[in-house]
């Protein structure tokens, strides 16, 4: 709910201070800003945004919206607390965002599908891996320094005898 409050500065030790402002924001962000300030950014005459700070009632919505987008950069159909401010997106929690955070955002989840790719890859040979490591293992051992071999020795199956060939 937007709420819009007339607030006065008044004096302190006898030295008046600035004139008279307009609170204005949401939940999340909140501007005190003069007349000149708001006629400005609303495209009124300087007397009317005086009318406007003594009555904010008389304020209207489009008034309020436009004023709402210009100076604290609230957008209007996202949900309260997102806003635009030093060139970067805010979120409700306080976390500002450079357009290379957003533009990036495309390849993050692209380079995370890739990843997920890989990774699932990886876990069907490490699954082919154990099976054939848990599988008996036939090692043959030559005896013979030549290419044809005349004595085999095989070890780990079941029949351990000595063969030739």
């Not at 924001?25 to 300030?37: H, P």
């Not at 995370?112 to 599988?135: F, G």
Request: proline fraction near 5%.
């Amino acid at each position: 709910m937007k709420k819009i409050q007339d607030r006065f500065q008044h004096k302190r030790n006898g030295a008046p201070l600035r004139g008279k402002r307009l609170l204005i924001g949401n939940d999340y962000t909140w501007l005190r800003i003069d007349a000149y300030t708001l006629a400005d950014a609303a495209r009124i005459s300087v007397s009317h945004a005086y009318r406007l700070i003594d009555n904010p009632e008389l304020m209207t919505d489009t008034v309020r919206e436009l004023v709402e987008i210009k100076l604290l950069g609230l957008v209007p159909s996202w949900p309260p607390g997102w806003s635009f401010r030093d060139g970067r997106l805010w979120s409700p929690n306080g976390v500002g965002y450079y357009p290379n955070d957003v533009e990036s955002i495309g390849l993050e989840r692209q380079l995370q599908q890739h990843t997920q790719k890989d990774n699932e890859r990886l876990q069907a040979e490490l699954k082919r891996a154990n099976k054939m490591l848990a599988a008996p293992r036939e090692l043959r051992v030559y005896v013979n320094d030549e290419v044809k071999p005349r004595r085999v020795l095989k070890v780990g199956c079941k029949d351990s005898d000595q063969k030739t060939a």
